[in-house]
């Protein structure tokens, strides 16, 4: 019989002295990025009059991109650092919390104009929100674009401990496995930094290989189909044998899917192994021992909780699984941000137990 938390319990008794693997804060505009730009872009910014660089993939709009009682009164959502701190991080008793800046310099066409927006995003989330709460810590934002620009701010910013992962877009213009991305690998492994790979998308190509689609529920439902393109890249690429100790985490991509994914790499690779002779091992253990998933969104059902329970003993692996609130995105309603069916055990391991030996940077100030 599967013991799950008490309904009774508030989110602050369940989640105390949880470690939020996924929260955003939103760039007000490119006017506040300003000031940590160098003049050369200042003057590009002001003088062509260039704004409006949210991502396509979360339209400040849409009802998905803020709960609703997480919407501020004015102004785009997750912008207000005292609604971060009451609404994330005493609404939820956290202990530490994870900035994920989703913005346009992850996706721009032009490679230095995006690595410049990154830099941007990096020192403004340093200056403006790590150093107001000594609760946050930050992934780096870089231009998957431009791989050797990456690396080049990986290693700007990789003597800062308050930044504890690299930051990518699930949808980027080629898969991850192949070798133009592995200066990203190279320095993430050099520094022991993980890479959060977010739902999202650079939009250069069709998410599906029938095309375009129409609407966003079709955009959105379809990035369980690109998590799992970039993870079998990877795996038949040789990434994780080329980095052995580079670890994955996909953020914001759903864990319902990851059961039947996991089967089917194993009983096609036992079929085609042949071709891929330096994957010597099934794809679903090298997954469960490099890559990682953020519990929001699960998507199962949500009054459900022995399926929730079963989805869990499918996946096989206890440490796979990291908390997160996705704030303000609306994943969850109310107050309970972990799927019923969690046991208390396991519940503890997906607050702190597994975000703690993934990240390891938050070992260094994170004592209750």
Known sequence: MNVVLPAAATAAQVTQGAIDCDIHPGVPAI???LPYMSDFWKDSFVRRGMDGFDLASYPPGAPISCRPDWRPATGKPGTD???LRAQALDGFGTRVAICNTLYGGQVAVSETMGAAICS????????????ADPRLRASIVVPAQAPHLAAEEIERLAGDRRFVQILLPAAA???YGKSYYWPIW??????????GIHAGSMFRYAPVSNGWPSHYLHDYVSQSQVFEDQLLSMVSEGVFLRFPTLRIVLIESGVSWLPG???RSVKTWRGVRSEVPWVKQPPAGIIRHHVRLTVQPFDAPKDDPDVVAALVRQIGADGMLLFATDWPHWQFDGDRALPAGIAPDLA???????????Y???QEATAP
């Open 348 to 358: 503890r391991r997906i607050m702190v137990d597994n975000p703690l030996a993934t």
């Open 31 to 33: 006017a506040a990025l």
């Open 173 to 175: 213009e080629l898969l």
């Open 360 to 362: 390891p940077r938050l």
């Open 261 to 263: 994914f996991l089967w």
């Open 186 to 195: 190279q320095a993430a492994e050099k520094h022991g930094l993980p890479v």
């Open 81 to 83: 650092v005292a609604q």
């Open 120 to 131: 941007a995003i990096n020192d403004w989330i340093a200056a403006e929100w790590l150093a």
